[in-house]
């Protein structure tokens, strides 16, 4: 899992983003311990933690990882030496952690170098910069604004974006995500964009894949995010999708996950629009971002889920994915004369 430096990160210009054959190629060896990892450490997570962990312990000699736990142990012993945790902290209170080529482990991860984002309630800049210089798991370090329901980006064109704030390192991390129709490699900016928490959004497509519904279909991904479903779309037989997002974070990050995961979509981007990071962060009219095209052709805009629905004219699919507390009724109204089936996933 090292060496080819495919896309540079958008990021943190260094190599934390990787064709997605690659990452696919890679992950059921990333995480897993070899036969010389130290064992289990069967750390109580609730209990208060004593224990000082330094740089190198825990770390297998062989193969350079350590067990999850002893990361967190790590990040613990610098927040207390900060005295921003009590002494009687437990390692539970340090965070949410994300594995940075997400996958469904059945076991505790064994990381090695920047293989993990920490979203952190309790933490300062100063802080966060220590665990980046000193704990080489830990890739970036988030602080969370708000509540944990509370999603990241933005409800809609009028309301003021939520983001939570990368204090240090990198926030770029990808989630592979599988499905009956094949897998695809999704790479977000953490703290700027929501976390997808389960898969029933994917099992909401396979239902429409099973009935045929994707044949060749024109599919309109009206709040796409990273864009995971209207690329699943692609796998699932649609000839043509169009995305759209208001949130600019979440174009620059479809048109990432269009680029890596090119060969397993069968597309290639020809035409993305230069200096998108001028543009406000909240789209109003729609405007053409970027295009590709191949085994099916893909349109991606920056705009207002109403007014791109004025120049679709028509499709046979409109997926709606608005976050959990938007009630999607308005959507429905428009998209229901402009689709042939407007799913609310
Ligand atoms: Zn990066
Ligand atoms: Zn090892």
Request: aromatic share 8%.
């Amino acid at each position: 899992m090292r060496g080819s430096l495919f896309v540079k990160c958008p990021t943190c210009g260094g190599n934390c983003v990787l064709p997605a054959q690659e990452v696919l190629d890679n992950i059921y060896y990333m995480y897993i311990a070899c036969r010389y990892c130290p064992p289990d450490p069967f750390l109580n997570k609730s209990a208060p933690f004593h224990e000082h962990i330094g740089s190198d312990d825990g770390r297998c000699k062989k193969c350079g990882k350590r067990h999850l736990d002893l990361v967190m142990g790590h990040v613990l012993t610098i927040l207390k030496q900060k005295e921003i945790y009590p002494d009687d902290a437990a390692l539970k209170d340090v965070g949410t952690p994300l594995i940075a080529y997400g996958y469904q482990i059945p076991y505790p991860p064994r990381l090695g170098s920047k293989s993990l984002v920490l979203i952190m309630d309790s933490v300062t800049r100063d802080s966060a910069d220590k665990i980046i210089a000193q704990v080489p798991e830990i890739k970036g370090v988030i602080k969370r604004s708000g509540s944990q329901s509370q999603s990241v980006g933005i409800l809609d064109t009028d309301s003021k974006p939520h983001t939570y704030e990368l204090l240090s390192g990198c926030d770029m991390r990808c989630d592979v995500i599988s499905s009956l129709f094949g897998e695809l490699t999704i790479y977000r900016n953490q703290s700027l964009i929501h976390i997808e928490f389960n898969n029933n959004k994917i099992k909401s497509l396979e239902e429409m894949y099973l009935k045929g519904e994707f044949d060749n279909a024109k599919v309109f991904d009206g709040f796409c995010g990273p864009g995971t479903l209207g690329l699943f779309s692609i796998l699932a037989g649609a000839k043509k999708v169009i995305l759209n997002d208001a949130w600019l974070p979440a174009i620059d990050n479809v048109i990432l996950n269009i680029r890596v995961n090119s060969e397993l979509l069968g597309v290639k981007l020809y035409f993305q629009l230069q200096d998108i990071n001028k543009r406000d962060r909240i789209g109003d009219e729609p405007e053409l971002m970027a295009k590709a095209s191949g085994m099916a052709g893909i349109e991606v805009y920056h705009g207002d889920i109403r007014k791109t629905a004025k120049i679709l004219k028509e499709c046979d699919i409109c997926l709606i994915d608005t976050f959990p507390s938007v009630d999607p009724y308005e959507y429905i109204t428009i998209f229901k004369d402009i689709a042939k089936k407007v799913a609310v996933i």
